[in-house]
């Protein structure tokens, strides 16, 4: 899959909505990331969730390498993702985090799977958009958005937020000794943050773009 075709499916599922047997929107865009950019090595963290075998995400991606992490039977790896990334001592090129969604063991997903990322790799966090207060529910979209927000800080990293599919945040590594994120100082702790701050805020915290201007991010100023 390219991203022109990633693009046209993002359009079709908004004008269609929630539908039981079209694969969700993060497919084709993890899909088409690997494709373009011939990534290798595919890990994602949360990889069994709730949806039977063969319609879950890891079962959809085609990569020449793909490790699925989860505490859930069925995974490549069935552990948590502390324990995993403990004894892992393989990079990879994509890592997609949807595991925990609390804030806190979310940020240490994130930074961990940035430690292990290939030059020119991505890290892609599931469910940074929350639709509601309600959503911020464990098992819904959870606190991840806030992880996201407590790396803003880093001037290193290339941060954006796909405005669909719950939200997918994207993070890279910046070309060195260029400031990519710019600096940027939340109100609290990354943790104490509350779901109205976040609609106060949600464009410049998240740095939200369109569909079409996330496929041109993840085309520019890209390393490796």
Same mark, same amino acid.
């Given at each position: 899959?390219?991203?022109?075709?990633?693009?046209?499916?993002?359009?079709?599922?908004?004008?269609?909505?929630?539908? @039981?047997?079209?694969? @969700?929107?993060?497919?084709?865009?993890?899909?088409?990331?690997?494709?373009?950019?011939?990534?290798?090595?595919?890990?994602?963290?949360?990889?069994?969730?709730?949806?039977?075998?063969?319609?879950?995400?890891?079962?959809?991606?085609? %990569?020449? %390498?793909?490790?699925?992490?989860?505490?859930?039977?069925?995974?490549?790896? %069935?552990?948590?993702?502390?324990?995993?990334?403990?004894?892992?001592?393989?990079?990879?090129?994509?890592?997609?985090?949807?595991?925990?969604?609390?804030?806190?063991?979310?940020?240490?997903?994130?930074?961990?799977?940035?430690?292990?990322?290939?030059?020119?790799?991505?890290?892609?966090?599931?469910?940074?958009?929350?639709?509601?207060?309600?959503?911020?529910?464990?098992?819904?979209?959870?606190?991840?958005?806030?992880?996201? %927000?407590?790396?803003?800080?880093?001037?290193?990293?290339?941060?954006?937020?796909?405005?669909?599919?719950?939200?997918?945040?994207?993070?890279?590594?910046?070309?060195?000794?260029?400031?990519?994120? @710019?600096?940027?100082?939340?109100?609290?702790?990354?943790?104490?943050?509350?779901?109205?701050?976040?609609?106060?805020?949600?464009?410049?915290?998240?740095?939200?773009?369109?569909?079409?201007?996330?496929?041109?991010?993840?085309?520019?100023?890209?390393?490796?």
């Amino acid at each position: 899959m390219n991203f022109t075709e990633a693009l046209a499916y993002i359009r079709l599922r908004q004008a269609v909505g929630r539908h @039981p047997w079209l694969p @969700p929107v993060r497919v084709a865009i993890l899909q088409a990331i690997i494709d373009e950019f011939g990534y290798e090595s595919y890990l994602e963290i949360g990889a069994v969730g709730r949806e039977p075998l063969g319609r879950r995400t890891f079962d959809r991606i085609e %990569c020449a %390498c793909k490790i699925g992490v989860d505490v859930q039977p069925g995974a490549t790896y %069935c552990m948590t993702s502390n324990e995993f990334f403990g004894r892992n001592q393989l990079a990879f090129d994509l890592v997609f985090v949807d595991g925990d969604h609390e804030a806190e063991q979310s940020y240490r997903d994130i930074k961990e799977s940035l430690a292990i990322l290939e030059p020119g790799g991505l890290v892609v966090v599931h469910d940074c958009l929350p639709p509601t207060e309600d959503d911020e529910a464990p098992e819904l979209n959870g606190t991840t958005w806030r992880a996201f %927000c407590g790396f803003r800080d880093k001037p290193e990293l290339d941060m954006v937020t796909g405005d669909f599919d719950f939200g997918m945040g994207l993070v890279r590594r910046g070309r060195p000794g260029r400031v990519m994120n @710019p600096l940027f100082t939340l109100p609290a702790h990354y943790t104490k943050l509350t779901y109205e701050q976040l609609q106060q805020n949600r464009d410049e915290w998240m740095l939200v773009k369109t569909a079409e201007e996330t496929i041109e991010w993840l085309t520019t100023n890209r390393t490796g």
